[in-house]
């Protein structure tokens, strides 16, 4: 019973990441201006208005708003879980899309969101977390696009893609040697997000040895 209830709630959730996501981001862009007009961020003036409607006190009105957004999440995440979700994703993709300077943000950013929600079968599957040794004293983790190996005339290489943090949407794609690289059985590909967007304050499995 729990389980029926809690999952459209997380299934609304990442199907709302990217908006939140960008959302998170612009916010710290603009850091130092919410500073200057004071410690309430807009969101959070925007819920306690929302929570007016039933309450008079600011504090009550703020929690109820935060009640009315986690049940706007589980009513979305119920409609993601049916046969509309992709007319729904291209929707709110379109809608965004549209307004100038947040479009070129958000893109990105659903699109490795939803590339990391992917179950089997999906864009990420074949992707494996990896430990690449640059020199003697500097490691990395890393995502092998495939166990396929290339040779440009100087010996078996791996295509690895070492992503970027806080937002792991870009990064750089490399061929290292093959002995340069090493599976981490123990780390899933969302653990290594969780790992970049926090920058290391979630990390997640201890790498194997």
Partial sequence: ????????????LLFLAPVLVTLIILNWLSGYLIAALGPATP?????????MIFTPSPFAAFWAGIGMAALLV????LAVQTRFRPQL??????????????GSLYRPLAQFVRMMGTGQGGE????????????DHVEALALLTSP???????GPRYLILIPTAPVP???GMLFVEASRVKPVPSMGVDDL?????????????EPVK
């Fill in 43 to 51: 969101l959070g003036q925007l819920l306690g208005q929302a929570g």
């Fill in 169 to 171: 949407v870009g990064g």
């Fill in 124 to 135: 990420m599957s074949g992707m494996s977390v990896v430990s690449v040794s640059f020199g």
């Fill in 148 to 154: 396929r190996l290339h040779d440009f005339g100087q």
């Fill in 193 to 205: 997000a969780k790992l970049y967007v926090t920058m290391g304050t979630l990390s997640g499995p």
């Fill in 74 to 77: 589980w009513l979305i995440g």
């Fill in 89 to 102: 994703e291209g929707g709110l993709d379109g809608l965004i899309s549209r307004i100038p300077g947040l």
């Fill in 1 to 12: 019973m729990i389980r029926k209830v809690f999952t459209p709630f997380v299934t609304g």
